[in-house]
T-cell receptor
Framework: QKEVEQNSGPLSVPEGAIASLNCTYS??????FFWYRQYSGKSPELIMF????GDKEDGRFTAQLNKASQYVSLLIRDSQPSDSATYLC??????????FGAGTRLTVKP | GAVVSQHPSWVICKSGTSVKIECRSL??????MFWYRQFPKQSLMLMAT?????????EQGVEKDKFLINHASLTLSTLTVTSAHPEDSSFYIC???????????FGPGTRLTVL
């Protein structure tokens, strides 16, 4: 069974801090990695994707990928209350199947 | 990002009726579309995967005769919940994969309430 694991949280950080969200996956053949944000009652929204080892930065968001450790993370700098949401990690394998983690609930406190 | 629309955004129906939900990719061709269901405070559950012009592939435990999927074109997929019952009440979300870029985008979801 191919698994994508996330800590369900809740993860609580103060406004302005760095929020660190982690994800591990079991399928070594996975090729593409995605982070989605889902606000309560809404559908997921793609915020980052990463294909290669290392860091990828987009504004306040940085995705980090380590294929050897089968680990992908999302850092949110200068966290804002509006960042409070559930963050879903998704992994696409060699068969082009996308698998989602259960999500980590983030709360940014003013 | 690319735009995926769903219609209706919410629906309330009586037990035993059928409900059709449409999913459209508005600015890209979706070679593959996915249908998910999400119960309150739970994670996304993939129901089925459909490729344009072929039969959908259903996940284990999902009744194909109850959840009819038609992927008629590269921009449209429909999910019909037949003979809906209260336990089918959920948030149904479609997702479309951009055939060129490979990224997957979600529609806004349809909240179904069966009385």
């Amino acid at each position: 069974q191919k698994e994508v694991e996330q800590n369900s949280g809740p993860l609580s950080v103060p406004e302005g801090a760095i929020a660190s969200l982690n994800c591990t996956y079991s399928d070594r053949g996975s090729q593409s990695f995605f982070w989605y944000r889902q606000y309560s009652g809404k559908s997921p929204e793609l915020i980052m994707f990463i294909y290669s080892n290392g860091d990828k930065e987009d504004g306040r968001f940085t995705a980090q990928l380590n294929k050897a450790s089968q680990y992908v993370s999302l850092l949110i700098r200068d966290s804002q209350p509006s960042d409070s949401a559930t963050y879903l990690c998704a992994v696409r394998d060699n068969n082009n199947d996308m698998r989602f983690g259960a999500g980590t609930r983030l709360t940014v406190k003013p | 990002g690319a735009v995926v629309s769903q219609h209706p955004s919410w629906v309330i129906c009586k037990s035993g009726t059928s409900v059709k939900i449409e999913c459209r990719s508005l600015d890209f061709q979706a070679t593959t579309m996915f249908w998910y269901r999400q119960f309150p405070k739970q994670s996304l559950m993939l129901m089925a995967t459909s490729n344009e012009g072929s039969k959908a592939t259903y996940e284990q435990g999902v009744e194909k005769d109850k959840f009819l999927i038609n992927h008629a074109s590269l921009t449209l997929s429909t999910l019909t919940v037949t003979s809906a019952h209260p336990e089918d009440s959920s948030f149904y979300i479609c997702s479309a994969r951009d055939g060129f870029r490979g990224e997957q985008f979600f529609g806004p979801g349809t909240r179904l309430t069966v009385l």
